[in-house]
């Protein structure tokens, strides 16, 4: 979908993650009339049922609500990262001691003066509250499908977690959202959130509150009725790609 806004060739063909980017394909005049087909991917794939995985959610678990922080390869992803870190130090001073918080950061973010701000954002948030984040060897995507809370502005863990009918909150700033419209030529809110699939915030919160809040309610409801999550389908892809290019 994100494509079909920033190409202007002709397709013969478009293929999608689920049927919800199919009906946005089709919403464009230039398109309205391509074959589209679901192929799903791997990220809408269930959980690892492993005793291995099991084991590390009931750990996290046990530190309280998992709130996953998914990072971004550009430098306005610190503005994210701040917000997130406020809103958890607003849940533990209204009383939620219990939490357990998970940052990955995305491996494309190289700017030092970025590293050097996200570190000092991070020791000083421990010096405060040692142990409340921690480390876990599970991805993004498999930890997005199990916390309660995945944290972002846009991308494929926000999805997941919509399709897991986790709670996804899509943090948006001036500059997260400039850098979302340079890299997809979209404006105002990330998709998800326009679809009611996510929440969209812009400062910090009590995310204790948040999870339980009717807005929140609301996006579960969405997530649990919306075909988000499509597995992969690999007889579907190579059907979609050897009829294009026959």
Known sequence: YLACERLTAALSHALVNNPIA???????????????????????????????????????????????????GQPYTLDILRITLESVERTISSGMRKLSVVLKHH????????????????????ERHPGVIVDTPLGSNELAQSADITISHHGTALNVAAGASRLPVSIRTPAAAEGYRKESGLDGLYVLAQAGAALSISEPCDLHELIYSPRAKNVFGTCDRLPIASPPNPAAFLAAITGAVG
């Open 22 to 72: 199919a009906e946005l394909v089709r919403t464009k005049s230039r398109y309205a009339q391509v074959p589209t087909t679901v192929i799903g991917t791997h990220a809408a794939n269930p959980p690892p049922d492993t005793p291995e995985y099991r084991a590390e959610i009931a750990r996290l678990r046990q530190g309280g609500l998992i709130v996953l922080y998914a990072g971004h």
């Open 107 to 126: 491996p494309k973010l190289k700017d030092p003066e970025s590293a050097a701000a996200t570190k000092a954002l991070l020791d000083s948030f421990n």
